[in-house]
């Protein structure tokens, strides 16, 4: 069994920064990918990015690339989400997530084991 705990959302203005903490603990040793997801209110959970049990490969989705950064640091057990030059339809429920497999997954269903999420508004 692993948690995940998200940290670090709030409400942010349009062009502004939130760095997103994921805090994983329990049977940490079978986490490999991490990804994070958003849901933005009405519509469905979407892939945000990716990240290699060592960091060295990493994916984005179109929306985001260029903006977020995606980074992890083993010996804390932590991923990270940078959020920069924000706009108002990142506004969502972001979610830290983790898979078992070494390959970089981006859908949903092949993660196993998800944190509950933190708000993140940006104003326009």
């Known amino acids: 069994q692993v948690q995940l705990v998200e940290s670090g959302g709030g409400l942010v203005q349009a062009g502004g920064s939130l760095r997103l903490s994921c805090a994983a603990s329990?049977?940490?040793?079978?986490?490999?990918?991490m990804g994070w997801f958003r849901r933005a209110p009405g519509k469905e959970r979407e892939f945000v990015a990716s990240?290699?049990?060592?960091?060295?490969?990493?994916t984005y989705a179109d929306a985001v690339k260029g903006r977020f950064t995606i980074s992890r640091d083993n010996a804390k057990n932590t991923v990270y989400l940078q959020m920069n030059s924000l706009k108002p339809e990142d506004t969502a429920v972001y979610y830290c997530?983790?898979?078992?497999?070494?390959?970089?997954?981006?859908?949903?269903?092949?993660?196993?084991?998800w944190g509950q999420g933190t708000q993140v508004t940006v104003s326009s």
């Open positions: 990240i290699s049990w060592s960091g060295g490969s990493t």
């Open positions: 997530a983790a898979a078992t497999t070494f390959g970089i997954v981006t859908t949903a269903n092949r993660y196993n084991y």
């Open positions: 329990g049977r940490t040793f079978s986490t490999n990918v």
